[in-house]
Structures are given as structure tokens and as C-alpha cells.
């Protein structure tokens, strides 16, 4: 059902992230304006809105690479503000990043980026991760001849699969995908769209996406939070946020593009 912001998120053994009244400023400018979502395990939740509207600063701040002025974020029930790289170590291990170009290193092969991780937080050996990295690479649909080469050696398309496939390293049970289709072509896209809830299934992920596509959103997400000037304008499937009667929100869905990925979706289906 679609709710607004002001709805309190209510805990349970099956909610993965809580939000609560998150606020943010970055001197005068107000980017989070008590903002409080709540993520169940094993669904695909995106954070759509427009540029701008505190998307990729409120998932820095889930994964501690920023701090919020108040409020309470809970990764697996543990509350995160405040926490020390030592003291989030072990929940670090248990979720994967996939930053919007990728943060590949440039001088590190594919499976040398993949296995990086590895090589951090495990004690196995370097045949063992080249290994596991070879099998996280064909996970997301590169050929085997993609671990030899370097980023830059790479399609858009490629290296975003890359960074997916470095994401998923650590077996982790929740994933981040900040604007996970950003500059790929359409053909691309949606490949890409596919792999998402392929991966989903398959490792039984649960997935917080940052996005402004709208057809991953309607092709790939269960839920979906829409922000508006650093505030939850609602959460809901897209087939009710597509019915709200919120005028931003309309305006968003019922534009050129968003009927054109709404139909879409529909030929899908």
C-alpha cells in the first residue's frame, strides 16, 4: 500500500535497513528532512526522485561513509551512526557496494579487482580467489577472457558488470547499487536489468537500489520510496505509486518517459 513519510517504519525479524528520522544538512542547505524507510530481506527496494534529492547521500550515509546530523539508520538490527571501521568491519563483509562508475582500480585486472576483496577479509589462498573471482565474473554474464583485461580495456556495459561481479565477492546478503544503469545504452540497460533480479534469485539476495531509470524501476523493483526536497514523498509498488495523487510524484510517472516505460513493462508482462 502506498504510504507516506510521516508513516512510522515498523521493525521486524524480516526488516534488513530502518531509516528513522534521518535529517541532513550540509551547512544551510537541508538535504534530509526527517526521512524514515524500512527494507525487508529478500525484496528489491529503489530510492527514486529527481537529481538532487539526497538519493546517493542517504545510501552513503547506510554505508557509513557519511554521517547524518540525527536520526537512526539500523543495518541487521545494529545501529550504524557513530560505528568505527573497526566496529563496522564485520557488517561490511556481509553487504556489497556497486558505485555508480564503478570504482574500479585501473592498474588492477577484472579478476584482480574482483578478488581483492577477497584477498582483505579472507584468509584464502591466491588460487582459491582466482578461482571464486572467475566464477563471480561469469556470475554476471562476462566472458572468462574479461578477467585478464583492465578496466579501461572495457565497454560501458562491461565494466559495470565488473563492479557488480566485485559487489558479490563476498557472498553478501544485502547489496547497494547506486544508479546501477547510469550512461549504458538501452540494449545494455536492460540486460543489466535482467541480471539484477537474476542475481536476486540466485544468491537470494536482498537489494537497495539508488536510481532515476525508470524502466529498472518498473521492470526489477517490489517497492519503491520517493523522495522529494530531502523528504519520503511515498513508498509503494509502481503500479500504486504510478496511481498517487501527488502532484511531483504524477508528474514523474505520467510524463513521456514514464508511460513510455510503464507500457513497456506491460509488453513484458
Aim: glycine letters at 10%; proline letters at 4%; one cysteine or more.
Amino acid at each position: 500500500m502506498l504510504s507516506a513519510s510521516s508513516a512510522p517504519v515498523v521493525a521486524s525479524a524480516d526488516t534488513v535497513i530502518e531509516v528513522c528520522d534521518v535529517r541532513t544538512r550540509f551547512g544551510t542547505a537541508v538535504v534530509h528532512d526527517g526521512v524514515s524507510l524500512g527494507v525487508r530481506r529478500g525484496e528489491i527496494f529503489a530510492l527514486a526522485g529527481a537529481s538532487g534529492c539526497g538519493k546517493s547521500t542517504l545510501l552513503r550515509e547506510i554505508i557509513l561513509l557519511q554521517r547524518p546530523e540525527s536520526g537512526s539508520i539500523r543495518v541487521f538490527g545494529k545501529d550504524v551512526i557513530g560505528l568505527s571501521d573497526e566496529e563496522a568491519l564485520p557488517l561490511r563483509r556481509h553487504w556489497g557496494v556497486m558505485f555508480e562508475r564503478g570504482a574500479l582500480f585501473g592498474a588492477l585486472t577484472v579478476a584482480e579487482n574482483v578478488g581483492l576483496p577477497l584477498r582483505e577479509h579472507t584468509r584464502l589462498g591466491d588460487r582459491f580467489i582466482d578461482e571464486i573471482a572467475a566464477v563471480k565474473i561469469a556470475l554476471t554474464g562476462l566472458p572468462p577472457s574479461a578477467g585478464a583485461r583492465h578496466p579501461a580495456e572495457l565497454s560501458g556495459g562491461m565494466r559495470k558488470r565488473a563492479a557488480l561481479a566485485r559487489a558479490i565477492a563476498l557472498d553478501p546478503s544485502l547489496l547497494f547499487l547506486d544508479e546501477p544503469t547510469a550512461g549504458l545504452d538501452p540494449l545494455s540497460a536492460s540486460g543489466f536489468d535482467d541480471l539484477v533480479r537474476h542475481l536476486k534469485d540466485l544468491l537470494g539476495l536482498t537489494i537497495l537500489m539508488i536510481t532515476h531509470d525508470l524502466d529498472l524501476l518498473w521492470r526489477v523493483a517490489d517497492r519503491v520510496a520517493f523522495m522529494v526536497d530531502g523528504r519520503i514523498a511515498g513508498v509503494g509498488t509502481m503500479q500504486e505509486l504510478a496511481g498517487s495523487e501527488l502532484p511531483l510524484i504524477r508528474e514523474y510517472f505520467h510524463g513521456p518517459r514514464g508511460r513510455g516505460a510503464r507500457e513497456q513493462a506491460w509488453k513484458r508482462r
